[in-house]
């Protein structure tokens, strides 16, 4: 899930928590009574989001709470179903249909709802759901899951919406993931470790990354082609950029190699640790219920196939590790076991189908902001592929990564991100340098040729451009078949 790829979502957080009203159970053996109770809200056009009441529904329990926040509405949706057809449903007064979803306010605060339940025998079964809207941006909680190893949550977007986790060696702590909270994270973490704290970032998506700024004096581990998502000034000397296999060690012979799972975006990163059997995936494989391989900057579908097809290859024959999602109330099934080997494997099966045109998925369309977007929802067993229908092959002549940096090696800020079906871009260079050092990555190795200004170069290869005020950085890409594309990128000063 990556709602939260928008900075700008950090705001608007709040929650419904339990209160118990007494119950009064007197219908309970009469006629009129609701088979299902259902509350969420549409977290975006395309993602259902249901808020989990305090208790399932009883037959005997006319009073329920939710424990759920969600950021994005005021409004929410009450379904309540009653079997009998001849029954009557009131939700606050206004008669509903049966199982029809029914939207009501929120307001911040407590808000009190009354269902009504009519039947034939003129006996009234009165629900009664209470909801506290509430700013729980600044609360983290946490599970231990494991010796040494926390899943913690914080209330991002619904209540334990980002996932991440904490993971100690004998020597070291490392923080997979930051979420998007705004509370004292550090001071959260120092109730379960006294350890010095690094961190690594699965993802570039602020909902990944939000609070990596809070860990000024951190190492931070991030797949360097998603570095460039973060905001500039997230960025410290103390960045370390991961190449696929790259290992962090954290002492007493915990490690976590890092694994490069390109699709969701170019540079996502799983980290695997082998003894624990722990992958920490974030959003490159789903949490369980879909994978976003629709947004502007995922990679082709193509390139995803491969992804999981090098991750098969490095948990091969791991038939106890559980994987550690990036949003696990996504969870349907717990991804442990055979369940998380199917999932990957299920996953890559929806891709080799959709890529040889034997599965198409549903189409659907969603908006990120005034990003219009048009996607089919696929599944294969366990896997929920979301996949942008115009972006399944990568191109001969694609880069796999367009690289600017200052000659010291600090990064430019890219907009938008690179991504290989995108060939213009701009970048802002200060202006205090008078040089760039582009390094341009063919994604097909079988490439004829790479020039940058008419300067030829190779794959990996960096050449220097001075910058004379604004300009264009023009990279040409000569495919396997002789087709050419052509990568701009405009220099802002
Ligand atoms: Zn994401």
Redo the contacts with the bound molecule.
């Keep these: 899930?990556?709602r939260?790829?928008r900075l700008s979502w950090l705001g608007f957080v709040f929650a419904v928590w339990p209160v118990f009203m007494p119950v009064a159970a007197l219908h309970a053996q009469q006629a009129g009574i609701l088979s299902s109770l259902e509350i969420g809200s549409h977290k975006t056009p395309i993602e259902y989001l249901r808020f989990p009441l305090d208790q399932p529904l009883s037959a005997s329990r006319f009073d329920y709470t939710a424990t759920v926040s969600d950021q994005y509405t005021a409004k929410f949706n009450i379904t309540a179903t009653d079997p009998a057809a001849n029954d009557k449903i009131t939700i606050n007064g206004v008669a509903v249909k049966s199982g029809v979803p029914y939207e009501v306010d929120l307001q911040e605060g407590v808000n009190k709802y009354e269902i009504t339940v009519d039947s034939d025998e003129a006996t009234t079964a009165r629900y009664h759901l209470t909801v506290n809207r509430k700013d729980l941006s600044k609360v983290y909680t946490s599970e231990k899951i494991g010796d040494g190893i926390w899943r913690v949550f914080d209330f991002g977007g619904t209540r334990g919406d980002e996932s991440f986790y904490l993971i100690t060696g004998a020597k070291r702590a490392l923080l997979l993931d930051t979420g998007m909270g705004k509370g004292d994270l550090p001071a959260y973490l120092r109730t379960l470790t006294n350890l010095p704290i690094d961190v690594a970032i699965t993802?570039g998506?602020g909902?990944?990354f939000g609070q990596v700024n809070e860990f000024k004096n951190s190492t931070v581990y991030i797949g360097e082609q998603d570095a460039t998502r973060l905001p500039l000034d997230f960025i410290t000397p103390k960045f370390h950029y991961l190449k696929d296999g790259d290992v962090i060690d954290l002492g007493g012979g915990r490690q976590l190699e890092a694994i490069n799972v390109p699709g969701?975006?170019i540079g996502s990163m799983v980290y695997l640790d082998r003894k624990d059997n722990l992958l920490i995936t974030?959003?490159a494989l789903s949490s369980g219920s879909m994978v976003?391989m629709f947004m502007p900057n995922t990679t082709a579908l193509d390139e995803y196939l491969q992804g999981l097809k090098h991750l098969q290859s490095k948990i091969n024959g791991m038939n106890d590790l559980t994987f550690l999602v990036?949003h696990s109330y996504q969870e349907k099934v717990p991804l442990k076991g055979a369940a998380a080997q199917e999932l990957v494997a299920d996953m890559r099966a929806a891709a080799e189908k959709v890529l040889a045109g034997q599965l198409v998925g549903k189409a659907a369309y969603t908006s990120f902001g005034t990003h219009k977007l048009e996607l089919r929802q696929a599944y294969v067993g366990l896997a929920g592929l979301w996949y942008n229908p115009h972006n399944l092959h990568t191109a001969p002549g694609a880069l796999n990564y367009l690289d600017i940096k200052t000659p010291e090696g600090q990064l430019l800020k890219w907009d938008p991100v690179f991504a290989s079906q995108t060939t213009t871009y701009t970048v802002e260079a200060p202006a205090s340098i008078s040089a760039a050092v582009v390094t341009p990555t063919a994604y097909w190795p079988n490439y004829k040729r790479i020039t940058v200004n008419g300067r030829e170069v190779k794959s990996g290869g960096s050449h220097t451009v001075q910058l004379s005020g604004a300009g264009t950085i023009d990279v040409v890409l000569t495919g396997n078949d002789g087709s050419t594309e052509t990568y701009s990128v405009h220099v802002k000063r």
Excluded: E, L, R
Aim: no cysteine; hydrophobic share 15%; charged share 15%.
């Design positions: 899930m990556v939260g790829y993802h998506h909902d990944h969701h975006t974030g959003d976003y990036g």
